[in-house]
């Protein structure tokens, strides 16, 4: 399995503290902590994009690209990349060089946003959502694989022997994870072409994301890329951990009661029972994160949120330190009882040497 860490660069202020950061600091920050979890031993770094405040999160390919110079051995991610506001022509491009500078180490999580009023910004109607992914990624795969493209479709001008540049590393595409919460179609979609589904299950209690997996898993063995249990899941998590876990609720219990989207429901205390909001001793936590298992099956990505909601930057990077810590333990439980059959996530090594063989 893969572990890492995501997140959509918000701009909050520290309810202990009272400071609330720059947006020349955030960045400046989020790119320390990509570089800071490759050193305590994870596999993915991901930061998603959004266009409006409090969010520094416009450009991820930017930062992507910045991050691939300061690194080494790190995945580098998005989550998401908004498949619908895009132009598909200029996803194809930037990924494809994302991938060059950064040797290969780059995928993507395509997803559709939750902010309505980036569309009308962008040019496009809300209402068109789902259509809009379904035809942007079909053009995106094409222009990944095929080097001259005429294309014509409903929603952007059309292409006659078009030539994506620069064309993918080695020839093979980024691998895709579509994200989704609660859209039955990207999961369809997902399983469609085989990719792989990242379920940002955060704030959704298991019951509904096992649904969701399930749903995508029987589809994906219905297009006849494998048995259900092979396809390629992706889940989310936040993580808060202490000694013990009287200190851990204290600790994190201010950020949670002043967060626009935690603050103001369900209690604490059950929102760890009912979702992956994992806060407490190390052992709670992993306990807490073995059992997702339950009902997302045997998975192949485990990303978590650590600098979210104001938490400060000494504390995330404590909490790096002490997923750093746990994730060994994880792979370790994780791989017990795993069957033989069920593959890793895809890389760019793993997919070459899968389009050599072929």
């Not at 190390?282 to 339950?294: A, H, K, N, S």
Request: glycine share 10%; net charge negative; proline share 7%.
């Amino acid at each position: 399995m893969q572990f890492g860490i995501f997140g959509v660069g918000d701009l909050a202020r520290d309810p202990v503290s009272g400071e609330t950061p720059s947006e020349h600091e955030r960045l400046k920050r989020i790119t320390e902590y990509a570089v800071h979890a490759e050193q305590v031993g994870l596999d993915v770094f991901a930061f998603g994009e959004h266009h409006n405040p409090p969010f520094v999160a416009s450009s991820p390919t930017t930062l992507l690209g910045y991050v691939a110079a300061r690194t080494e051995r790190i995945i580098l991610s998005t989550s998401t990349t908004l498949i619908t506001t895009n132009d598909p022509v200029k996803i194809a491009e930037d990924y494809a060089m994302l991938q060059h500078l950064a040797g290969g180490r780059v995928d993507l999580m395509l997803g559709r946003g939750n902010t309505g009023p980036v569309y009308p910004w962008f040019g496009k109607d809300i209402r068109a959502g789902i259509p809009l992914t379904v035809e942007n990624y079909a053009l995106i795969r094409r222009l990944w694989r095929e080097e001259s493209v005429d294309w014509e479709g409903k929603y952007r001008t059309p292409l006659q022997a078009f030539t994506s540049t620069p064309r993918p590393l080695d020839g093979v595409p980024p691998f895709v994870w579509h994200g989704s919460i609660r859209s039955t179609e990207i999961a369809e979609q997902a399983a469609y072409y085989g990719d792989g589904f990242f379920h940002n299950n955060i704030f959704w209690p298991s019951s509904h994301t096992g649904r969701m997996i399930r749903l995508y898993r029987e589809r994906f063995e219905h297009y006849g890329h494998g048995p259900a249990d092979t396809a390629i899941v992706g889940l989310g998590g936040q993580f808060f951990v202490k000694d013990n876990s009287q200190d851990a609720l204290r600790e994190f219990r201010p950020y949670f009661d002043h967060s626009p989207v935690y603050g103001g429901g369900p209690s604490l205390e059950e929102m760890i029972r009912q979702t992956p909001l994992s806060v407490g001793s190390p052992q709670q936590v992993i306990d807490q994160i073995l059992g997702f298992r339950e009902y997302a099956g045997d998975y192949q990505r485990q990303l978590f949120v650590l600098d979210g909601m104001g938490i400060g930057h000494t504390e995330v990077l404590h909490q790096l330190d002490r997923l750093g810590e746990i994730v060994p333990i994880l792979r370790k439980e994780f791989a017990v009882g795993r069957p033989a059959h069920i593959p890793d996530a895809p890389t760019h090594d793993s997919l070459r040497s899968a389009a050599q063989t072929r």
